[in-house]
């Protein structure tokens, strides 16, 4: 009887000597909300030890979240007012606009990516126009996403990530940075976006719950694994550097197959749901979080994932779960 395998599995030592996967540290974003006015420091209900910061206050965390070790965010913002024509989502002016510009004067060497939608900017909650009909109208919106997208790269944004989910945002963002000198700003896409169950956390914390109908027009069906890698390869050709996953653990298979297919680095998206389900067990004690923390990051990055954009990002640097 061969038992080779089971005595390397014996000492901790050895184990870890021998492991297949670890998570890289640089490898992880941490997601933020970023809202209007001074002193606003509130937490996210339905995502414990998340919060909405005002600029002010989200320097001061970013101070902890450099400390321990943090590399990259993800900027998502909550706007003062909101139209039909998504206006605040690229005025110069604009909430991300004004954070950017700040984080980058205080944090320069701070890896800043901007999310690129118009849900949080709309009246009705949607990621685009929407028509007299109800449906959103695909061609319209990709100039407004362009404008957004070139207004965060103004403001000295490192990286755009659309995730609106329209067809041809990529090729249209790439053509409004490359023709305003911004020809080596990244574009990270939301590629395989599917409408998951998984996002009611964030809409509580971005405002974003569309206000009529949903977004499986646009968004992916959850059954449809080879239409998702079809959405990923019309990214590509578009130009993405980066194509992302999202949700992340109900979707590992989709994660795994577009690393198997993709010629850029994927990411994954573990989602506000995923998290949110995690710190709910975990203030009921029914699970060792630390470990749960580990063994998602660990699983993601398992199926191919070379980013994880995570909530749990600074809570595992912090406490050496990779």
Not at 12 to 24: F, G, P, W, Y
Not at 25 to 47: A, H, Q, R, T
Not at 209 to 222: C, E, I, L, T
Not at 303 to 310: K, L, Q, R, Y
Request: aromatic share 8%; glycine share 6%.
């Amino acid at each position: 009887m061969i038992i080779r395998p089971r005595r390397l599995r014996k000492n901790a030592t050895i184990r870890n000597m021998v492991a297949e996967t670890a998570v890289n540290p640089d490898s992880l974003v941490y997601p933020m909300f970023v809202v209007e006015g001074e002193n606003v420091k509130e937490e996210i209900p339905s995502m414990p030890n998340q919060y909405r910061f005002s600029i002010d206050e989200i320097l001061k965390e970013l101070e902890s979240c450099v400390a321990v070790g943090v590399k990259s965010i993800l900027l998502f913002g909550i706007p003062s007012y909101k139209d039909e024509m998504a206006t605040s989502a690229y005025d110069d002016d604009g909430i991300v606009q004004r954070a950017v510009r700040s984080i980058k004067a205080k944090f320069p060497d701070l890896y800043v990516i901007t999310d690129v939608c118009l849900c949080e900017y709309m009246s009705h909650g949607h990621c685009g126009i929407v028509k007299d009909d109800g449906d959103v109208d695909n061609d319209p919106t990709l100039e407004l996403l362009a404008k957004t997208a070139l207004s965060h790269a103004e403001a000295g944004a490192d990286m755009v990530a659309p995730s609106d989910m329209m067809d041809g945002r990529v090729a249209a963002i790439r053509a409004k940075l490359d023709e305003n000198g911004y020809q080596n700003l990244p574009i990270m896409a939301y590629s395989a976006k599917f409408a998951s169950a998984y996002y009611g956390p964030f809409r509580d914390a971005a405002d974003s719950a569309p206000h009529f109908g949903d977004r499986k027009s646009y968004q992916m069906d959850v059954r449809n694994g080879r239409e998702a890698l079809h959405e990923v390869e019309l990214d590509l050709e578009e130009g993405a550097d980066i194509v992302m996953v999202k949700p992340g653990l109900a979707f590992l298979d989709v994660l795994r197959e577009t690393a198997e297919l993709s010629n850029v680095p994927v990411a994954v998206y573990n989602v506000s749901g995923e998290y949110s389900m995690v710190k709910a067990a975990a203030q009921q004690g029914w699970i060792n979080e630390e470990a749960i923390i580990r063994e998602n990051l660990i699983a993601f990055k398992r199926a191919g994932a070379d980013i994880i954009i995570t909530y749990h990002a600074k809570e595992a640097l912090e406490k050496g779960l990779v």
